[in-house]
């Protein structure tokens, strides 16, 4: 979170807690560049080692009874495969590593991102942009390939009054568009919001009579964060699920 | 981290001459191209690592304590079926004893019924020749008896003839005893 603890200049308080989404070099001053290794390489290759710690290091023995963290490993394999599997059916299963893949990146990059003083990936919409336009994309190509031109009966809503479709169409095909724009921002808002408004108790607790109540605040927006970090990862996951079943099946 | 002040061309248009951001880093286009190319090669690095490793090893782990289960529970099945086969064996092995005992309790019993009829057979025929040889010896005692009588009547009636004065024809007294002994 806090990459920076510039409380004060002078005796008034100053708040950055917008300081800790800053993007920089690990190694020398220069300017950002596209190859650069910067803090977010740092915490995204975290996010990389913190999925093989999880899935890949504890399933190493293939131990029939599991160990624990065998155990959540499966237990998580289950869990996205599930959710998957009940909302596309069998036909989505071969989405299963995609899904896997956003699910296990982003509940990974979250949850890092908890950690003090690291830098979180996920506040950054440069990071939630890619993901949910892939998604979009990924739909939207399946979607025709799989129905051809039956694929826009997704915004025609046949159940509806014939003299409302066409109004119904418009405003199926806005939303349609607008799901890459809500996805992504839906995740690094509430991930960036979440770690600033910390800050800001932070800031607040350089005054030794707000100090006690900054902290329990802190301790208590952190717990929210905690449970922010899990359900925006799985909200992420489970609305790919949904507009995975759209581009499978188109019809309402 | 940044205390001293920052050239212009080092911070950037994001961040101003302390390293405080300027408005919100998130929409700092300078770092976009950074931050995407990064991400894309962590995604396509946890993707080949998800879906060449661990997927289908966790996939296998679990098919695997899968098929374990059902053998498992179908081995369970067939020993059931082994159990109630033994007891069932069992109890045919115990009801062939108790029919087996049965028999030889009859067979027994028949034995010991079929000798004591012999035993009473025998003792009836020896009973029945005992008989036969007492009613001979009765029979011989009562000829010994009426021959006697006979000797004895003749004697008599030749003693009375010749008491009476008569003279004693034997072969008269004789025929006249026979005669009366004989009906």
């Not at chain 2, 880093?25 to 998800?50: E, G």
């Amino acid at each position: 979170m806090a990459t920076e603890t510039t409380a004060a200049e002078g005796s008034s308080l100053v708040f950055h807690p917008m300081d800790q989404f800053i993007v920089k070099p690990l190694f020398g001053d220069g300017a950002v560049g596209m190859f650069t290794i910067t803090n977010v390489t740092l915490w995204l290759f975290f996010a990389i080692a913190a999925v093989v710690l999880l899935l890949v290091l504890p399933t190493s023995k293939r131990a029939i009874v599991p160990t624990r963290m065998q155990s959540v490993a499966e237990l998580t394999y289950g869990f996205v495969y599930k959710m998957l599997e009940d909302i596309c059916g069998k036909e989505g299963v071969k989405f299963f590593p995609y899904v896997m893949t956003l699910f296990m990146f982003i509940v990974c990059a979250n949850f890092l991102g908890l950690i003090p003083t690291s830098f979180t990936t996920t506040s950054h919409f440069a990071v939630t942009i890619p993901l949910a336009l892939a998604v979009f994309l990924t739909v939207t190509v399946l979607g025709f390939v799989k129905n051809g031109a039956a694929f826009l009966g997704l915004f025609w809503v046949s159940s509806a009054p014939l003299a409302l479709r066409p109004i119904l169409a418009i405003i199926e095909l806005i939303s349609y568009f607008v799901r890459p724009v809500s996805h992504s921002i839906r995740l690094a808002g509430n991930v960036m919001a979440g770690h600033a408004v910390i800050k800001v108790f932070a800031g607040f607790a350089a005054v030794a009579v707000i100090s006690p109540v900054s902290v329990l605040a802190i301790t208590a927006m952190y717990g929210l964060e905690v449970l922010v970090a899990f359900i925006q990862a799985y909200v992420f996951t489970i609305l790919t699920c949904v507009y995975l079943k759209d581009a499978l099946h188109p019809s309402h | 981290m940044a205390t001293e002040p920052l050239t212009k061309e080092v911070a950037g248009s994001c961040v101003d001459s302390y390293g405080s951001a300027i408005g919100m880093p998130q929409l700092c286009f300078d770092w976009f191209p950074n931050q995407i190319f990064w991400l894309v090669i962590t995604l396509v690095v946890i993707f080949l690592v998800l879906s060449r490793v661990a997927l289908p090893r966790i996939a296998a782990i679990l098919a695997e304590r899968q098929g374990t289960i059902t053998n498992d529970l179908a081995a369970a099945e067939d020993l059931k079926a082994k159990a109630v086969e033994a007891e069932e064996a069992y109890n045919k092995a115990l009801a062939d004893a108790r029919s087996e005992a049965q028999r030889i309790a009859a067979e027994a019993r028949a034995e010991i019924q079929s000798g004591l009829d012999d035993a009473i057979a025998k003792a009836d025929a020896e009973i029945a020749a005992k008989a036969a040889e007492s009613e001979k010896a009765i029979a011989e005692i009562r000829a010994g008896a009426l021959e006697s009588i006979q000797v004895v009547a003749k004697d008599t009636a030749a003693e009375l003839v010749t008491a009476l004065g008569g003279e004693a024809d034997a072969k008269a007294i004789d025929s006249a005893i026979d005669a009366q002994t004989k009906g």
